[in-house]
């Protein structure tokens, strides 16, 4: 009788985690890629200003498990995920049980990620990584990217120490034995400047316009986008207008971040936002709309390089759930 009445339990719990049970049609699960921080800024001010309600949807915005999110949204776990165009083209350019997602918006406009390292390093252009200890993910990625801008360079890319990353964050990275770090300018260059560390900062987007990628992105269950539309709208509708709003109010925009994630350091949030503002949309024409030839080239560059098992060229995103 134990076993069964676990058995009931867990059922139960699976029915109500996957929506097993009777399901409503504007039920939205969001799964966030990280602690929340400002690239979440607009989905957190939707739900404060009861926009998602407005459209009939109940929203719930969740961090999921360490690398996970994929997975759940490919699972129909969740409807959207934020995550990355780096990251999803090995899950959708499989030659077998390809993952049925799509990004459906460019959260940040362009590239804002690159290398930080302290100024005393004197790492002010790719080459100048030879010689130095670079805290790395371990990632075909990450390695194939440092390779192209340091030979690209002229530097000599066997001559860069790779060593695995184990601080929490970046500061502490480049505190101990690293030298230089990946980073999103946004928060960790923004906490720098927050704590008055001075840096130099190599932007990826800027080195190489190929390597300008979609970083991060919001991206949706594909199968259930091709069911419900309509609903898909509704829900970017909503997240357009948060994103607005934090473009046009940031300092409000990151109060309410902050009262969602009260953890967060408020002068960092603030901070960050403000540099922000004007990187949500950038040059594109509406928030969140992706240029088919930006995130082609780079998906080209990643089958180049080894790091897709086919050519995807363009596909892998739409703009036409977008308002």
Not at 68 to 75: I, K, P, R, T, Y
Not at 170 to 178: E, N
Not at 261 to 275: H, N, Y
Not at 287 to 296: H, K, L, M, T, V
Request: charged letters at 20%.
């Amino acid at each position: 009788m134990k076993k069964i009445s676990v058995c009931m339990l867990i059922a139960a719990v699976i029915a109500a985690v996957t929506g097993c049970g009777k399901k409503d049609a504007g039920a939205i699960r969001v799964l966030l890629d990280w602690t929340p921080n400002t690239n979440h800024t607009g989905l957190f001010v939707a739900l404060e200003k009861g926009w998602y309600a407005e459209e009939g949807l109940n929203v719930t915005i969740t961090q999921p498990p360490e690398d996970e999110a994929l997975v759940l949204l490919a699972s129909g776990r969740a409807q959207f995920a934020v995550t990355f165009q780096e990251s999803m083209g090995p899950a959708i350019a499989k030659e077998k049980d390809a993952l049925p997602i799509t990004a459906a918006a460019a959260i940040i406009s362009h590239n804002t990620s690159g290398i930080m390292s302290l100024k005393e390093s004197g790492i002010q252009r790719p080459a100048s990584l030879a010689g130095n200890r670079f805290a790395s993910w371990e990632s075909p990625l990450v390695t194939a990217v440092i390779r192209h801008i340091v030979e690209n360079d002229g530097g000599d890319f066997n001559a860069v120490k790779m060593i695995p990353n184990f601080a929490a964050d970046a500061i502490s990275a480049l505190q101990t034995d690293v030298d230089a770090i990946w980073i999103y300018y946004a928060w960790d260059g923004i906490a720098a400047e927050v704590n008055g560390i001075e840096i130099d900062f190599l932007d990826l987007g800027a080195i190489d316009s190929v390597l300008d990628f979609y970083t991060p992105v919001l991206a949706v269950n594909t199968n259930w986008a091709k069911a419900n539309p309509q609903t898909a709208k509704k829900f970017l509708s909503a997240v357009s207008r948060g994103y607005n709003y934090a473009m046009q109010n940031p300092g409000e925009a990151a109060d309410i971040l902050i009262k969602h994630a009260p953890e967060l350091d408020r002068q960092l949030a603030a901070r960050s936002q403000e540099f922000l503002k004007t990187r949500y949309q950038g040059d594109a024409a509406r928030w969140g709309e992706i240029d088919p030839g930006r995130w082609g080239g780079f998906y080209r560059w990643m089958f180049e390089h080894g790091l897709l098992e086919k050519d995807i060229g363009e596909g892998g995103f739409t703009n036409e759930y977008l308002p």
